[in-house]
């Protein structure tokens, strides 16, 4: 901390309410009320999204569900170091859009998804909870909805004990005195009102140097996978409330809640040391103040305090920095780990101050003397450290939720910092024991020092080439695997397992490696069965006596720390009759999508168009053109090439164009003739699908769809539809949701010059990906040129 942040701490010293916001999903919560929440008024502040976002879009990559609930969860905490507040979560699994709270409920497991709720309440012990939505419709989405009941609910079964009652071993029933409701002005639906309660928000932090509408801006714009880039706001800014529950508040939130230290006994001595310290605390030598603090430390131990802070000012007004690293960024589970403890005391202080280590039994003390750096080295044991993996996805989960058995684990956005060591600084006799995580740094020539997590990872790795495999005909066809070794001196052997009736060779292959981080690919065979269509090859990695089943995925962006994570090394096996014809595909990459492999694994060549190449290549040379998710979204040349794209169609080509969200668009027309983009979807992908025009072509050639090509599909069936269609579209499909009308816009083609244009709301970028047979089926048949 800066000498302002630790006098804005100090004075956070002085409050001791809370207040936990709730909503349903990363991006949900106002940024800006919770900067104020937690910069001016200072009290404990928190937000608890019910998911992690696995279920949306991804503006900046490839990652899907898993992957991108991991990516959102760091860029909430991203978001929360900017604006203040803490982070938690529930086993809730984002499993997409949502049109009733029922639907939630019954997918989430409601009980469960309720049973964390209370959980966080009875740890976090808000005085007031604050929803994004409300209880009803008007949340405009199944997810918004349930959050808001699910708080109303909580309310009550937190404070009594025969709810829940596993986790009173842990914690205590606790009363939360109002549930209010953050009214909203957005999506063209005002909910506000000024017989409302009302507080302006837009004040300016003199101490931070921003206002709360720069820090909420700051905050929100660390949600780029979903493109929220905020700008600053500066100036007043109203916030609205509606009262759910409780003791409803006429002119502020925290009306009736005594928020200052007398709200607990034998706090008078507390207060007065504080007073002397805020008053006393000198910006230019905040290690004046550290005597007056460890008095409190002293004083407050047996109180209820903010013990964290208190701990983190005292280090900050000595100048202690420290950390745990090690000398390389990953390492086997199974082999030792050289770490050290870095520690410098960097203040003027009159008081000896000693750094102690323990691990294993065994403990290190040093002296910390000024300005000079001191170091611990140590070796952690093979098996000391677990593997890294994300502990919510750890187990194999279902839909609707996330496997987590220990109840300590439920709500932590991520995983806890190791205990198989323990720091503590001494300030004489006072002990405070830090808590840092385990990282590996390096200097990148650009960037400059470069954080990152420590990765512990099963001895080795395997990664199969696709995640989903979709076989033609009863032909084998060749995948490579791609083994990694986190360790010297390794050997094991690789088994691959299919379905009964299909057949791989090799059925094992014995490999070794020398170095750590070595890799090399092994191709294998897989021939399919007659009669078994579906089924899932596996990969057992056998080494050192133990069987490891994990393949490597890295989450890298600048936002965020890098992520490490060890799915289960599998991939899907699909068998269908498919038909392929004009395989010559240009692409043109969008938000970003896996089409383009899925493609290129059932026989196309696929060739990844530049923006140059659309403006002044020959496009004829190609069968058909796709544009990626979300092109009309992100492109900023899509208005110079729009017109290539269009004669290209023009001369007799065909143009398919994946679904793009409707505000903002880069250009008003996406087609050769009008049509809008609507908000439009079906979420459920089992919804039955309808045939409005059974004899056109792209249901019968070169492949003859059917109802069945509908099954299995995942996640959704599509969105962002079609609206506003002009007639010279032709409308595929209907479909919709239980009790929606049927939706017609989800797939509409037109001929134009020679060639054809598809715009599909469908979700082909998850559809194909997951090797779903239908979906690849239809998607063939729209890239086949049109007959004339």
Known sequence: MDAASIKQGLEALNVSGSVLY????????????????????????????????????????????????????????????????????????????????????????????????????????????????????????????????????????????RQFPEQLKLVKPWQVTRVVWNTFNFGGNNTTSEDQLKIDVGGYNVLLGKSYGELAAASRSKHRSQGFGAAAQRGSAFEYFYPLAGKPAQSDLFEGINLSLNRNADMAKVQQLLNQINKE???????????????????????????????????????????????????????????QVQAINRATIIMPVRLRFSSGGTSQELSLKHNEMQSIKVNLPPSTLKT????????????????????????????????????????????????????????????????????????VTANLSEAAALFTGTEAKTFSVRLRSFKDNVTGVLKPVVPAGWAVTPAQVDFSFAKKGAEKTITLSVQPAGSQHTGVMSLNVMVEGETYHQGLERINFEHIPLQTVFPVAEMKLAQTDLKILHKRIGYVAGAGDLLPQALTQVGY?????????????????????????????????????????????????????QYNVNNPLKIENLGPYPFELSRNRVTNEQSPVSFLVPEHQVLNYPNKITAKDFDGWVQERGLYFSASTDTKYTAILAMNDPGQAPQQGSLIVAPYGKGKYVYTGLSFFRELPAGVPGAFRLFVNLLAKREN
Not at 605 to 629: C, H, Q
């Open 388 to 459: 890294s993996q994300p502990y919510w996805l750890i187990q194999p989960h279902p839909l609707g939720n996330y496997i987590v058995d220990s109840l300590a684990l439920r709500g932590l956005p991520e995983n806890p910092d190791p205990d198989v060591f323990q720091v503590s600084v001494l300030f004489g006799k006072e002990e405070i024991k830090i808590q840092r995580p385990l990282i590996y740094k390096f200097t990148d020539p650009a960037r400059g020092e470069i954080y990152q997590p420590l990765v512990v990872a099963p001895p």
């Open 281 to 339: 605390y000198q910006v230019a030598n905040p290690a004046a103040s550290l005597p007056m603090l460890l008095t409190l430390r002293k004083t407050t131990k047996s109180l209820p305090f903010k013990h964290e802070l208190l701990d983190e000012l005292i280090l900050a007004c000595a100048g202690i920095w420290m950390e745990a690293n090690v000398s390389a960024p990953e390492y086997s589970v199974t082999a030792s780990i050289p770490m």
């Open 605 to 657: 060549e696929v060739t990844m168009l530049s923006d140059n190449e659309v403006l002044y290549s020959d496009l004829s040379r190609f069968d058909a053109i796709v544009t990626g998710v979300r092109l009309y979204n992100v492109n900023n040349r899509i208005s110079a090439m729009q017109p290539r794209l269009l004669k290209y169609v023009e001369m007799g080509g065909t143009l398919l164009v």
């Open 22 to 161: 709730l909503a349903a999903h990363p991006d949900d919560e106002n940024t800006r009320l919770l900067a104020y929440l937690a910069k001016e008024k200072k009290v404990r502040t928190g937000y608890l999204s019910l998911t992690r976002g696995d279920g949306g879009q991804n503006l900046i990559g490839t990652e899907q569900a898993d992957f991108l609930g991991l990516l959102r969860t760091q860029e909430l905490l991203a978001a929360r170091s900017i604006d203040g507040a803490e982070q938690f979560f529930t086993r809730a699994n984002d499993f997409g859009f949502s049109t009733n709270p029922e639907e939630s409920f019954k997918i989430w497991d409601k009980q469960k998804i309720l049973s964390d709720v209370v959980w966080v309440i009875r740890k976090f012990q808000p005085d007031v909870i604050i929803t994004r939505f409300p209880p009803d419709s008007r949340a405009g989405h199944g997810h918004h909805t349930a959050s808001a009941m699910l708080a109303q609910e909580a309310f009550k079964a937190a404070a009594d004990p």
